[in-house]
């Protein structure tokens, strides 16, 4: 994850010395603080990667005399079926009525659409499972 960090760092510095030249230039604060909130977000990517690169070391698609049979292993435990999705999409969809036809309805929505993302969040929480690292 060495590699995608430094790509991620010099994303963010892209973003950081354009963001300087145009605010600079055309002194418009809009698309200035479009250009820094562009920066910090590619930031934020190369620090999580960075902090994983650490955490972790080199992958085996790091490396170069690695073998394909070395990245075999399990994945991850992936859910086979949740209620969630479906919750969080109806949640959606009431909070954007709720745009359209008032606040009482966007709260609604905002409510259901917090109880999807919460259920999907901690369905799993107590499972217990067991990571190979």
Request: aromatic content about 12%; charged content about 15%.
């Given at each position: 994850?060495?590699?995608?960090a430094r ?13 300087v030249g ?9 698309g200035t603080?479009?250009l ?24 085996p698609?790091?490396?170069l ?21 479906i ?6 969809i009431?909070l ?12 609604l ?20 499972g067991?990571?190979?690292?």
């Amino acid at each position: 994850m060495k590699i995608e960090a430094r790509l991620f760092t010099g994303v963010a510095v892209f973003f950081a010395v354009t963001a300087v030249g145009y605010g600079w230039r055309s002194r418009e604060p809009a698309g200035t603080a479009v250009l820094v909130v562009a920066c910090l977000m590619a930031a934020l990517v190369a620090f999580f990667l960075y902090v994983q690169y650490r955490k972790r070391g080199h992958r085996p698609q790091d490396r170069l005399d690695a073998e394909v049979a070395e990245t075999a292993g399990p994945l991850e435990f992936f859910p086979p079926r949740s209620p969630w999705p479906i919750t969080i999409a109806l949640g959606a969809i009431v909070l954007a009525l709720g745009v359209v036809f008032g606040l009482w309805l966007a709260l609604l929505g905002l409510g259901i659409l917090g109880h999807g993302v919460f259920g999907m969040v901690f369905q799993y929480a107590g499972r217990g499972g067991q990571r190979s690292s």
